[in-house]
């Protein structure tokens, strides 16, 4: 019998793999991606917990979520492609301009 | 629910989320992504929530993926520069890794708290989370606001999406 606990591991787990991904990854592309792994972690998390309670609203959730990681793909690849016609680059250490 | 369905997925979930953190080559890293959304879209299946197991194959898989595909080919920057050693060294990388480690064991650690939970089996209630109407009614009446808002969230992130990239005059 799959539990709670197992859906709830397994999102932990999958938003540490994303976590790993942001800190090490030298590519701005693989970096969102990395961050879209922890979003659907998360959406896991709201799915199985909708699920737990035996409402919809996790579920609802989840939608809300995707729109916003739909939003967040569109106007983060546009400055991946801004910052990349700027400096012919797509590693984050090559963008220090407005470092203190 | 099926345990060993459950197994399936996750590893394919896991191992597919692994690939796409480990990969140099951000093409690769989209198509393991792709193969990581299959395997929640199954998960949500098993959690009786099949309307939300399609939108993930088609937003997620269909648009979003389709978007970083497009960006990826469009910028043909196949590999991955090589880490300068004066900015981030490898103590930097393994603070990194060990954060994220903490990060897990402080899940796992909250989760041992919680006890085992297993999940209702009770028909009806399973029949209404999964009703596709359910879903809209509520969308429609308890969360119109948000929903609505939603849209204007979509029509700022599309206009900024085209002042960010377009080419300026």
């Known amino acids: ?100 | 629910m099926d345990v060993v369905a459950f197994y399936i997925f996750a590893a394919i979930a896991i191992l597919a989320s692994l690939g796409v953190v480990g990969q140099r080559n951000p093409m690769h890293s989209v198509m393991l992504l792709i193969v990581s959304f299959g395997a929640l879209a199954g998960l949500y299946v098993l959690l009786d929530a099949p309307f939300t197991a399609v939108t993930q194959i088609i937003i997620y898989a269909g648009a979003i993926m389709v978007l970083f595909l497009f960006v990826v080919m469009l910028l043909n920057a196949h590999t991955e520069d090589d880490i300068p050693k004066t900015v981030l060294g490898p103590r930097a990388i393994r603070i990194g890794v060990l954060l994220s480690l903490l990060l897990g064991l402080e899940v796992a650690y909250a989760l041992s708290k919680l006890g085992i939970t297993s999940f209702t089996t009770d028909s009806g209630t399973i029949a209404k989370i999964s009703s596709v109407a359910q879903i809209g009614v509520q969308l429609f009446t308890t969360h119109a606001f948000a929903f609505e808002v939603t849209s204007i969230l979509i029509l700022v992130s599309m206009v900024g999406a085209v002042v960010i990239a377009g080419r300026k005059h």
Do not use: C
Request: net charge positive; charged share 10%.
């Open chain 1, 1 to 100: 019998m799959v539990s709670l606990n197992h859906f709830l591991i397994l999102s932990g787990i999958l938003f540490s793999i994303g976590t790993v991904g942001v800190f090490l990854r030298r590519n701005l592309i693989t970096i969102l991606l990395s961050v879209e792994i922890m979003l659907n972690a998360v959406n896991l998390t709201f799915v199985a917990g909708g699920r737990y309670l035996g409402t919809v609203d996790g579920q609802i959730i989840t939608f809300f979520v995707m729109t916003v990681a739909a939003a967040e793909a569109a106007v983060g690849l546009a400055l991946v492609i801004a910052l990349f016609r700027h400096k012919e680059t797509l590693s984050p250490e090559a963008f220090t301009s407005l470092k203190w």
